[in-house]
């Protein structure tokens, strides 16, 4: 084998001994060594203003975040518990009425009902 040929691990490209440093500088040292010939400097002005354009339009495009739906909560169904009374016609309760004692339903306004309690249920005594 000669020492040109030099057997590489795959992926690698040779290296040329002009290629030194990160692409931008590279590109900065060409243009500083064709900044005296005159038929270079305007093809490198064309260059500067299409990269001016470029990082123009680069600036300007901004992502849109993206608004998240808000997950609606369910009501959860409010069952019907004993000393929670339903207005039923002959009966003077609101619709909601707390019985506290055995004695007294109050209303939610606070009021005691006029009907007496005597049953247990409070169905029961609406319908009185």
């Known amino acids: ?3 040109t040929s030099v057997v590489r691990p795959h992926g690698q490209q040779p290296r040329s001994p ?3 440093g990160p692409p931008s500088y590279r590109r900065r040292r060409r243009l500083l060594d064709s900044s005296n010939d005159p038929n270079l400097q305007e093809t490198n002005e064309r260059k500067r203003e299409c990269e001016r354009r470029k ?4 600036k300007k495009k901004k992502k849109k975040k993206k608004k998240k739906k808000k997950k609606k909560k369910k009501k959860k169904k409010k069952k019907a518990r004993w000393w929670l009374l339903r207005n039923v016609p002959g009966c003077s309760c609101a619709l909601r009425a707390k019985r506290k004692t055995d004695s007294k339903i109050v209303t939610p ?3 005691p009902c006029a009907v007496p309690v005597l049953p247990a249920s409070p169905i029961e005594h ?3």
């Open 109 to 111: 306004s606070g009021t």
């Open 18 to 20: 002009g290629r030194v």
């Open 1 to 3: 084998m000669s020492a």
């Open 55 to 58: 990082k123009k339009k680069k």
């Open 126 to 128: 609406c319908l009185l």
